[in-house]
């Protein structure tokens, strides 16, 4: 059974770019949630979409946005990139997001 | 106070020891907890999940939760030099009941098993 497919797996973008990353679930998951790791922080949560709904969102601001579509594979967008982006960003699928969640190999966005 | 917390680290343990990790959370109500380990460079890899008050054993790992005390903990018995990693607890949070998804995870624990 395939894990969590996240692309790509690094990108370098300059600040006021924008960034669209790629997730694909394990199949028959239906939930989909993104999150931001960096030294400083720790993990943290950005969103959460289930059957094509956002269901849940973190502390970010409107720059960071998702979607999800009808086979589950979500894509995030973050928009005017800044320097404090710089980031793993890593997907996490479900079943319907209450139970064991299992993360890809995460995108590192580099922010120069 | 935070919302999940972890024992400060970094722990070293010796090989063949019991590496015991600890994590407290916030939310009385939550209902999902789990472990992971994450190796540097690498995306969090899921170890244990837990849901009932007790004991739950898995191979060389244990993990115990305490919902009255609101703590969950990792034993890893027998520990490897290839357990060296940063542990993470991930909470499903309860409050208002609009957890699903959503992990919130305490700092980490470095763990470093020395041969």
């Known amino acids: 059974k395939a894990g969590v497919t996240q692309t790509p797996r690094y990108l370098i973008k300059t600040r006021g770019q924008q960034v669209t990353l790629s997730c694909s679930p394990i199949?028959?998951?239906?939930?989909v949630s993104w999150y931001q790791q960096t030294p400083g922080q720790g993990l943290q949560f950005l969103f959460e979409y289930f059957s094509e709904t956002q269901r849940n969102k973190g502390n970010f601001p409107g720059r960071f946005s998702g979607r999800q579509f009808s086979n589950s594979r979500s894509e995030m967008n973050v928009s005017t990139l800044e320097l404090g982006d710089s980031a793993l960003y890593l997907c996490?699928?479900?079943?319907?997001?209450?139970?064991?969640?299992?993360f890809g190999q995460g995108t590192r966005l580099t922010v120069v | 106070q935070k919302e999940v917390e972890q024992n400060s680290g970094p722990l070293s343990v010796p090989e063949g020891a019991i590496a015991s990790l600890n994590c407290t959370y916030s939310?009385?109500?939550?209902?999902?907890f789990f472990w992971y380990r994450q190796y540097s460079g690498k995306s969090p890899e899921l170890i244990m999940s837990?849901?009932?008050?007790g004991d739950k054993e898995d191979g060389r790992f244990t993990a115990q939760l305490n919902k009255a005390s609101q703590y969950v903990s990792l034993l890893i018995r027998d520990s490897q030099p290839s357990d060296s990693a940063t542990y993470l607890c991930a909470v499903l949070l309860n409050a208002g009941g609009t957890s699903y998804g959503k992990l919130t995870f305490g700092q980490g624990t470095i763990l470093t098993v020395h041969p």
């Open positions: 199949s028959g998951h239906r939930s």
């Open positions: 837990i849901y009932s008050n």
């Open positions: 939310d009385r109500v939550s209902q999902s």
């Open positions: 996490a699928s479900s079943l319907i997001g209450n139970t064991e969640a299992f």
